[in-house]
C-alpha cells in the first residue's frame, strides 16, 4: 500500500512540476533547438565517432514534429551537436530524397557549408534510392559523394506547378470575379481562362524559373569545384560539358560517377572507410542523433479538443506538396 500511494504522490509531482514548467521548458527548447540523444549504431570501442545524419523524404520547411520544427531545424541542431563534439571527426550525411522546396535546400546546402568551414571536419554524402534534385543539391555540399551504381540521381532544374480549373468551373456554371489592385495580382490563379493570360505573365515566371536554376547550377559549379580541390588527386571534377546534362534528366550513379557528379561508388560501408580516410584516423564508433521527446512535448497534443484531418493508411508516405511553390523535384512528383 505504501508503495503505491508513493508512487501516485511521484506521479502527481511529476504532473504538476510539468505543468508549472512547460512555459519555461518549452520555450527554452524551441530557443535552443530540439533535444537530441545520441545512438550507438555501430560500436567498434574506438576514440572517435562518426555522426550519421539522415536526409529522408520531401525536403519541406513543414513543422514535422509538435514543437513545432521543420527538416532543417533538426538537421542544423545535429551538425551543431555533431560539431560540439571534439570525439567527432566526421560526418556522414545519408540521402534518400527525390528533392522538394527551394529555399529548404538551399537552406541544407549552406549549413553543410557552414559546418565543414567552422568546424573542419568533413561531410561525406551517401546517396541510396535516391538523390535527385534538391537531394543533390543538397549533397554537392559535402566533401564527397558516394553513389550505388543504380542510384537515381540528377533531375538539375526548377519546377512550378499550378492547375487551371476554368474549363471545369465553366461546365457547371460557376463564373469568378476578381477584383485585384494590379494586372499581374492574380498570377497563377487557376481561375482564369487560358486566353485572359497576357504573355507577359508567362515571361516573368520564366524568368523567375531561369533564375533560380541559375542559382541551382552555380551550387553545383561551387561545390563540386571545391571538393575537387579539397580532394585533389583523388576527388572527380565535372566533365566540360556537365551543363548539357542539367536539363532536369534523371540518371543512374554510374552516370554521375562518369560526369564528375560523384567521386565514388560504393555503399554505406564506403562511405564511412572514406569518412576515416578524410578525417585522417584509423576506425570510429559510429553513432546518429534522434528527437528526445520528454514529458513537456506532449502537453501540446493535450490541447486539442477537435480532429482536424482524418489519416488514410494506404501503405505509402504521399509528399505533402503545393501548387505554386518553386521545387526542386523530378516532374513526376509534382501535382
Known amino acids: 500500500m505504501l508503495a503505491f500511494l508513493g508512487f501516485g504522490l511521484w506521479v502527481t509531482w511529476t504532473l504538476v512540476s510539468g505543468l508549472l514548467h512547460l512555459e519555461s521548458v518549452s520555450v527554452a527548447a524551441r530557443g535552443g533547438g530540439p533535444r537530441l540523444e545520441e545512438v550507438v549504431l555501430e560500436d567498434h570501442d574506438a576514440a572517435w565517432k562518426v555522426a550519421v545524419v539522415d536526409l529522408e523524404g520531401i525536403i519541406s520547411s513543414d513543422f514535422v ?3 513545432g520544427y521543420d527538416l532543417v531545424d533538426i538537421i542544423r541542431a545535429q551538425l551543431k551537436r555533431a560539431g560540439e563534439d571534439h570525439r567527432v571527426r566526421a560526418v556522414i550525411l545519408r540521402i534518400n530524397s527525390p528533392g522538394g522546396e527551394v529555399i529548404a535546400s538551399d537552406e541544407l546546402y549552406r549549413a553543410i557549408r ?3 568551414e567552422e568546424h573542419d571536419k568533413p561531410v561525406v554524402a551517401v546517396m541510396e534510392n535516391v538523390a535527385a ?6 549533397a554537392v555540399g559535402s566533401r564527397w559523394i558516394v553513389a550505388n ?3 537515381l540521381t540528377g533531375s538539375i532544374g526548377v519546377i512550378l506547378s499550378t492547375w487551371n480549373y476554368r474549363g471545369l468551373m465553366d461546365k457547371v456554371g460557376i463564373r469568378p470575379y476578381t477584383y485585384k489592385s494590379g494586372r499581374f495580382k492574380d498570377m497563377l490563379s487557376g481561375a482564369r481562362d487560358p486566353s485572359e493570360i497576357p504573355p507577359e505573365e508567362r515571361e516573368m515566371l520564366q524568368a523567375l524559373i531561369d533564375e533560380v536554376f541559375g542559382r541551382f ?3 553545383v559549379a561551387e561545390g563540386r569545384n571545391a571538393a575537387a580541390e579539397a580532394n585533389d588527386p583523388e576527388g572527380r571534377r565535372l ?8 536539363d532536369g534528366r534523371v540518371f543512374s550513379g554510374a552516370e554521375a560517377y562518369r560526369l564528375g557528379f560523384v567521386d565514388e561508388l560504393g555503399n554505406f560501408e564506403t562511405a564511412r572507410e572514406r569518412a576515416l580516410a578524410l578525417a ?3 576506425d570510429a564508433n559510429v553513432v546518429r ?3 528526445r521527446l520528454t514529458f513537456a512535448d506532449l502537453f501540446p497534443l493535450f490541447g486539442r479538443a477537435r480532429v482536424e484531418s482524418v489519416r488514410v493508411d494506404l501503405g505509402v508516405e504521399l509528399p505533402k506538396l503545393r501548387t505554386g511553390h518553386l521545387y526542386f523535384l523530378p516532374p513526376a512528383l509534382v501535382p
Not at 239 to 246: M, P, R
Open 217 to 219: 547550377k552555380e551550387v
Open 133 to 138: 534534385s534538391g537531394g543533390y543539391y543538397v
Open 149 to 151: 551504381e543504380m542510384t
Open 65 to 67: 514534429d509538435p514543437m
Open 114 to 116: 557552414r559546418f565543414q
Open 239 to 246: 566533365v566540360e560539358s556537365w551543363e548539357d546534362y542539367a
Open 280 to 282: 585522417g584516423i584509423k
Open 289 to 291: 542523433y534522434q528527437r
